[in-house]
């Protein structure tokens, strides 16, 4: 198999993951919102998803450009702006002083490989 091939089945493999995952997470939106209906008065049902409205919004917002780093990019930094490793260590200690850097950590640290 081609280096082409390899990576068009890498490409055709995660976007299948991406559309199954995609159809799962509809379902359950559709059967959730059918069982708050049946629950909640229209003016209640209708605040709920206000309010889940607005949390979307402001989670897009809040989530605006943050993923995951590289997984080089310690010695990319280390070597691309001659940090020492102790400096980058410490950087790194900052950011996730910051509420912004705690959500990072508690959302990502189970994805990370060890």
């Known amino acids: ?65 943050f993923g995951l780093p590289p997984e080089d990019l310690k010695e990319r930094w280390i070597k691309g702006f001659g940090y020492t490793e102790e400096r980058f260590n410490d950087l790194v200690k900052a950011v996730h002083a910051t509420p912004q850097g705690k959500y990072e950590a508690a959302i990502f640290a189970p994805l990370k490989k060890v």
């Open 1 to 65: 198999m081609s280096e082409v091939n390899k990576a068009l089945h890498r490409i055709a493999r995660g976007a299948g993951i991406v559309f199954v995952g995609t159809i799962i997470s509809t379902l359950f939106g559709f059967f959730n919102k059918a069982i708050i209906a049946r629950y909640f008065a229209t003016a209640e049902y209708g605040v709920f998803n206000l309010a889940l409205t607005i949390l979307s919004i402001a989670l897009v917002i809040a989530t605006l450009g």
